[in-house]
């Protein structure tokens, strides 16, 4: 490890499963070399000794409101984080928190790239026997948006796909109900004919590859989905459900009857590489695409090893100077 | 059979499959006892002889305008399906091509119900372990929409829960994405506030639950779930493309091995119910909700079985007076 590198700073507070396995998932960090910085109260790090702490006094909760909270709690452990990382104390922030208000404390504190409109909300949807996940933006941080925000969209995940995937031409699809130009809402319309343009398209070295559908989220010929937060974040959700719905419904299967246990334990080798694919602590965290600074979203339900895989993404982003990749591609 | 009752027209040139899967469908329910009439070209149902048959010489594909295609086409299969209902020469009518040319005809052939300001697409969705699907409307048919059509999906969504799937007060649910009442677009906003109006639910002896989210769609607290048809068709698609893809990985690693191949002829006997709840084929076609005759949607891709189950459930909510029912609950 570079004794000098910057540590991602980690809201110990954040999400259902905190503190102990978001420590957990630091300790991990630690273990492979990553520098790590817990932000949370003093009781709840008491009992951490390895790893650098910084202490906050509050806790902004799953359902408050992001603005108010941020403002209010001015010694929250998602601001100090976000802070953190504003006063170069830290390279990133990482936190299984609000997610609203983690976008306004990294908006407020860290603030966001300039020419950026709106920073938006980047998940990555495992792809079965795909290999690399598809990127889907913005997967809920604007509820409402006009076209030219969807062509940033489309610009930021292009970056973010090669910067974390190393793919080197991004295909990226306009999420619509019809393959079809024509197809879909006013916002869709306006936004394919942006986004036929192939002026951002070299700027980002990306290709559009026109309207995709919901089926497409997992498709292997796409790489980047772009939509609203809206329809992203019922996308992302029905994804999420569904895949849990269908993974649950197995589960009750393979311990139905004796025979069928014994039938799971000959399928178990060839299952566990599917199941590791489809597991949300597996593909990581989400991304808030636009900030100055790496600022990771981990699912609400993360344990230690989504929270290492998030800080691990986190600090190799920062190392390969994503953010910086982002400023040059973002029309001024 | 009741040798007076109205067949169910059945456009025999709709879908992937046709004519031949949607003839060997409409085989099986005369097998069952429904009567059914085909209309298609003389070509393909030239070998059709136990079946009445109805012909048109021209046939609407998957990619035609809707409009355009149902105004031109006016010996189209499709314009004489919903001929046959409006002049009483079937009961239903059912297609597996053209969503949008199946609505229009519909709407221009048919008409829509009295105080029905659009009709919406209504599709079950399989709720794995959990019996009866849930339904989702619209699925489709507006891409934009204003809070007063959500209400009344909701009315007729409800109906449509009771009258095919027996529930007697079914609960409904608003897709946002949050389960907070603020939570969502406005469309979605102003339509929580019309929904949590006790009048509309008196009157089609429904329950509004609040918001849902994308990943409720499977889940066994709700029975009809309510969006605009930009949404609905993306959550709907997901849906399928989730389920396809978890599925085609599972069948991959299932012939992998001689092992693997060993483990799953143990399990077979307890995946087979899972797999049926989630086989499109079993789950049955979509409807036309708004329409003053019961008009089916069957997924393009429809083989014989999902036919059948189209057809069946066509002629039980004719006989049953779905229609009745509907215009009973929508205000004038």
Redesign the interface.
Known sequence: MDQNALPVAVDAMGGDNAPHEIIKGAELAIDAGIPVMLVGTPEALSEVDNIPVRYASEVIGM?EDPATSVRKKKDSSLVRSAEAVRDGDAIAMISAGNTGAIMASALLKIGRIRGVSRPAVATPIP???GGKPNILLDS?AN??CNPEWLVQFAEMGAVYARDRFDIKKPRIGL?S?GE?PGK???L?KDAYGLLSDPSWQERCAGEFVGNV???????QDVDVIV?D???G??????????????????L???S??A??Q??????T???LP?YE??DPESVGGAILLGIKGVSMVSHGSSKAKAIFNAISTAFELSSDEHVQHLEQVIKQ
Chains 1, 2 share one sequence.
């Not at 974040?233 to 649950?248: M, R």
């Not at 014994?262 to 399928?267: H, P, Q, S, T």
Request: no cysteine.
């Open positions: 359902g792809v079965p026997g809920g509820a409402e999420l109900i079809e879909g809402s006013p869709v559908e919901g089926r497409d989220l997992m498709s939509t937060g809206f329809t974040n019922v996308a992302l959700k029905t994804v999420e459900g569904t895949a849990k719905s269908i993974v649950g419904a197995l009750e299967v393979f139905s009857s025979e069928a014994e039938g799971v334990k000959l399928l080798p060839a299952l599917l694919t489809l």
